[in-house]
């Protein structure tokens, strides 16, 4: 009989060793392991589930790549010879998901170093969408020891035929980069994945990588599920301090009335140097269209950096993308202006600079671009801030004292989400199929579905089996069946084929490919911008001045042009709305601004603005709501200042403006930006008495809200994603996708349907919620009328449009443009017109 002392004994000695082996590597490559990366392995290597939370850059990769070989090392040590032989390489023994194909090469090329340093012959693959489809049959037949993959390629995975046997020898999954995945439906995705591995892999070890982000704990609850209740795991702080200087770069000149994006290209000329002086700079923009005109105003202003400079983001083409990253890597390129694409800590050669244009919106985001320079353990991380329009000075340096006071933003999970549910469950039915009892368990172990009820999991079943109540007589919608055993399958072929083909959670706008003439591609543009290109005019794309030739379905066909006008791309859902840390850090820098506290280089910029504003308004104290009415030409204008960014401004403006037109019949044009919104009228505006009655009341709410806008025409358009995630509607087959006008009208006839006729179906109620929850920000409007409760108001009235209003003003302009006349050009007129003291 055993000694149980002898046992564990044994058990510490070989933890001991194996860590010694890690330490061994570590400083063969002159390094120093971290305490974090020594608790890390210890704690996988003991079996514990958990999270690392570290910085990007400080090592996270290495402290889960390298106790996943450690183990296997340790294993084999203490099998026979001949259970050597047998098991040596056998089977898959971690999988590592990536939210984004651009962090692949990176993990394959820190794990296979580590692998053949170690002695270990071992295959470390990678999966994704770009994998070539010999490349996935090989790994079918023979999985590789580690497989890099995303969450979709994760699903594909599980829709294949005797999945359980191919998973078989799985110890380890990781989830990098957990903090991007948590607040989306890829997240749903992956808990739903890991419920499906752990139901029949009862020792598999669940970790995930983070970094910093304001609800840490919830989502470590997302990520382990029944592992987090049953307390079976360890969280693995880094504790390592990341450094950020942040320096803003100063206009020569303050704007009075600033607008929007103006300001951005003529600090241009004070960015060169920036670039000239440094090795390596990474400028990041928000918007597609953004980073476009960098590159080609930065060319046309520097034409020697052509060749050292280049472009990335999301709708360049995946070869055009790695080679960027490539070039990048190997320190062929000098600056790469970019967009959210490189966003994420993708480990190429330390760059040295960093350069913001424009506000990030958010705190953690700056921060992870901030982290990209100085991208080692312990040093020092300087971003250059670039501010588009004066105001944003105020973010800039709301930005740095919400940085040292590391008060970052939630990532909300997404919950109950039936659309991702019965993709998962018509995923399981396409493989070897399922037994309803044994999913629900499993579905109720995760923190997306732990409420499900079993009327909800009756609606779903029926759904994937008959089509539900609304759809039952159509033969299409039938798409799994329940054999005489009890188990649901799907057996066409079509239908699993098809299915396979949609498994995913992304939606976006729908893209065009464009292509030379030649056929070369080039990258994909949406298709509404597209739309308003005619056949013989320019626009500018991938760095490239362009002649359209002709759209042919899908395809967009063009010819290089050397004319240097022409559109720029502009992106859908590009415009990023301000975070609630964010905004709260902003009506601190302006009450600061208001007691004429210049401790910020930033504010004491500005007093130029603010001394303008106050003379013809007010400055809003913490304590304070401004509201400036005043009559121009156009007509009456209600300019309501909460800082609370663009989309509770876009649901608070409709809100308002349907209160007040219950006082008086009055029809509004409604602008908004980060700072606040405008109402404009033909008519006066009752706005006095309207403040008496108690105008930004939380009472009734929501029957307001959906009262002031269309929260039918809303919930239509996005259950255009929620069916096509559910499979309701299928996009197409990969070069035939179909139309976006189809999908929509497709996806509108269903809402239609079950409005009408099955108003309590799961899929359409969710449809309201999104919109409520995501789209409007019911939680977040709430919260900010709240506090706006507790201010006191001051209603202004100026003669003239304030600094803080024109930026507002503009805004709705750019938009409503319908005359020849350049906005640019109206600017100018408005300016001199507004700014006669």
Known sequence: ??????????????????????????????????????????????????????????????????????????????????????????????????????????????????????????????RSGDTKTSERTRQKKKAPQILITTPESLHLLLASKSYEKYFGALKTIVIDEWHELVGSKRGVQIELALSRLKGFLPKLKVWGISATIGNMEEALEVLLGSTYQSGHYKVIRAKIIKRIKIESLLPDEIERFPWAGHLGITMLRKVLPIIEQSTSTLIFTNTRSFCEIWYQKLLAVAPDLAGAIAMHHGSISRELRDWVENALHDGILKAVVCTSSLDLGVDFRPVETIIQVGSPKGVARFIQRAGRSGHQPGAVSKIYFVPTHSLELLESAALRQAA???????????????????????????????????????????????????????????????????????????????????????????????????IGTIVSENNLLVKFVSGRKIGSIEEWFIAQIKPGETFWFAGRSLELVRIKGMEVHVRKSNKKSGKVPSWLGSRMPLSSELSHF????????????????????????????????????????????????????????????????????????????????????????????????????????????????????????????????????????????????????????????????????????????????LLLLQAYDEVMNFQLEEGRLRQALERIHQQKIILSKPEKP??????????RLNRERVSSESLEDRVKKMKLQFAVE
């Open 404 to 502: 040292e006071e590391q008060q970052l933003e939630s990532r909300i999970p997404y919950v109950r989400s039936f659309d991702v549910l019965i993709q998962y469950l018509v995923t399981l039915a396409v493989s070897d199929g399922f037994r309803p009892d044994q999913i629900l368990s499993e579905i109720r172990g995760t923190f997306s579905y732990s409420s499900i009820s079993d009327q909800e999991w009756s609606w779903l079943l029926d759904f994937i089996t008959t089509g539900g109540e609304s759809l039952r007589a159509y033969d299409e919608y039938k798409k799994v069946i329940i054999d005489e055993d009890g188990l649901y399958k799907v057996q066409q072929r079509s239908i699993a084929m098809r299915h396979r083909l949609s």
């Open 586 to 761: 902003l009506r601190v820098k302006m009450n600061e601004l208001k007691l004429h506290h210049f401790d910020d280089i930033e504010l004491q910029t500005l007093e130029p603005l603010l001394e303008v504003q106050e003379s013809r308004s007010h400055v809003p104290g913490h304590n304070e709501l401004l509201l400036e009415y005043f009559q121009t030409k156009e007509g009456y204008h209600l300019v309501i200042f909460p800082f609370e960014g663009r989309a509770v401004h876009e649901g608070m403006g409709s809100l308002i403006g349907y209160r007040l037109s219950q006082m008086k019949p009055l029809s509004f044009s409604i602008a908004m930006n980060d700072y606040g919104f405008e109402l404009l009228s033909d008519t006066d505006i009752p706005i006095d008495e309207a403040l008496q009655n108690d105008l930004f009341s939380t009472k009734n709410l929501i029957r307001d809200i959906e009262k002031s806008i269309n929260s039918v025409e809303m919930a239509r358009r996005k259950f255009r994603d929620i069916a096509g995630i559910s499979g309701l509607i299928f996009k197409g087959f990969p070069g035939k996708q179909k139309k976006d006008k189809h999908l929509q009208s497709s996806s509108q006839l269903f809402f239609d349907v079950f409005h009408d006729y099955e108003p309590d179906n």
């Open 1 to 126: 009989m055993n000694d149980p002392k002898v046992s564990r004994s044994k058990t510490t000695r070989h933890l001991k060793d194996v860590m010694a082996v890690g330490e061994e590597w570590f400083q063969k490559q002159h390094w120093k392991a971290f305490p974090f990366q020594l608790k890390a392995w210890k704690a996988h290597l003991q079996g514990y589930s958990g999270l690392v939370n570290a910085p990007t850059g400080s090592g996270k990769t290495y402290s889960l790549i390298l106790p996943i070989l450690l183990e296997y090392i340790r294993d084999r040590q203490l099998w026979d010879l001949e259970k050597r032989k047998e098991e040596n390489h056998k089977g898959l023994h971690a999988i590592w998901i990536t939210p984004i194909r651009a962090l692949t090469r990176e993990i394959q090329y820190a794990a296979q170093r580590a692998a053949n340093d170690l002695g270990l012959d071992w295959d470390i693959a990678v």
């Open 802 to 811: 304030t600094p803080f209003a024109f930026p507002i003003i503009v805004d």
